[in-house]
């Protein structure tokens, strides 16, 4: 339990502070999780860490199920929560498989290519109209993706092309999460990730079970520890402030990212994976600022008296 005191200065600081100290914090979990998955891949099956990663968050949320009584089940967007399971589902599986196959900053770096292509499923699906600024901003970051990638020049393995679904999908998810967030807490949308996608990935790993080993089943609990709290302190951080504010922020996962893989796998990110991963920030905090530019100026127009 946190201290009253600690919690009540915490409370009193700016939203854009807490958030900032929230995705700093997600970061190094996020990353930490990312880190030891590519550590047990060399010897666990995708699909088994994958069951492990979303089972255990379960059990790591099920003290605050027990604290709320289950009320924090309560919804009537259950259909809305399978869809981003979906998704979700999709994105875990390519993101875990990729990290076994490429440098963990470059599967870090793409993946954050997501906004890039939820604006366009906004303009596909939804029929959202985008300015020019907006889509150069789009043009700026898939110039960004392509630099990392390199067509031509690098071999385009398995490995790329399961973080590209990865975060196609992951975009995916992140237009459910905008819409579950609006009525949503956190751990409500956190608990029913866990609950639609542990079956499936159970499923899964059936076909290829190999019990784990005591060393292997210590990392793969320390794995859905710090993935749980990464995924929490993420929806606290996002909803303390503009997701346009927090953004930038979230990209801190990346420096993080890059430490981690030099420290623990030896890996020396490339001039391609910097330069692609500025523009691809560059481009996705623009998008973000614009989105969030146009909801005030809707609101503004909402309320002005005619």
Known sequence: MIPAATQTWFD???????????LIASAFCLTAMAATI?????????????FFRTGLGFVFMAPWLLRTRGQGLKTDKIPHFMGRAFFVAIGTLGYFYALSKIPLADAVAIMFSRPLYGTVFAIVFLGE?????RWIALIVGFIGV??????GFEVFNVGLASVFIAS???AGSAVFIRFLSRTEAPDTIT???VIFTTPVML?????VWQTPTWEQLGWLLFMGLVGTLGQRAMSR???AADASIMLPMDYTRLIVAVLFGFVLFSEIPSIYTALGGLLIFCSTVYIARREAQKSRDRTAAAITPE
């Open 237 to 239: 951080g996002f909803s």
């Open 12 to 22: 009193g600081l700016p939203g854009p502070i807490r958030g900032a100290m929230w």
């Open 129 to 133: 109209l985008v300015g020019l600024r």
């Open 146 to 151: 392509l630099i990392m990638v390199r067509p």
């Open 203 to 207: 499923i899964l790993a059936l076909f």
């Open 38 to 50: 590519r550590h047990l891949s060399a010897d666990v099956h995708t699909f088994i860490i994958a």
């Open 191 to 193: 608990i029913y990730y």
């Open 168 to 170: 196609i999908a992951g």
